[in-house]
Nanobody
Framework: QVQLVESGGGLVQAGGSLRLSCAAS????????MAWYRQPPGKQRGLVAA???????NYADSVKGRFTISRDNTKNTVYLQMTSLKPEDTAVYYC????????????WGQGTQVTVSS
């Protein structure tokens, strides 16, 4: 059972930056992929960015060039650096883990709210 704890959300003005953190309860080397999802108000949850154990990244088109997913294996932590934030980035952001290649993201954090004011 992988436990994930997000932090770093908050209120920021449009054009600003935030860094989200996701601390995992076990070594990232034992996890195939980590990802950030978000759920805007009244909308479905969708993928923002993903990072595999091998270092492959994947981003939603809406955040390419603005968001960066990274990890610190010494801290078992994954980050989402968000820059040039827009009001439409407002959402609850969730960290997720997929332990094995070919399986879905079966482990989720509790979510952290990001609100971008115009």
């Amino acid at each position: 059972q992988v436990q994930l704890v997000e932090s770093g959300g908050g209120l920021v003005q449009a054009g600003g930056s935030l860094r989200l953190s996701c601390a995992a309860s076990e070594s990232l080397s034992s996890i195939h992929a980590m990802a950030w999802y978000r759920q805007p108000p009244g909308k479905q949850r969708g993928l923002v960015a993903a990072l595999t154990r091998g270092g492959v990244t994947n981003y939603a088109d809406s955040v390419k060039g603005r968001f960066t997913i990274s990890r610190d294996n010494t801290k078992n932590t994954v980050y989402l650096q968000m820059t040039s934030l827009k009001p439409e980035d407002t959402a609850v952001y969730y960290c997720a883990a997929s332990r094995t290649y070919g399986t879905s993201y079966g482990y989720w954090g509790q979510g952290t709210q990001v609100t971008v004011s115009s």
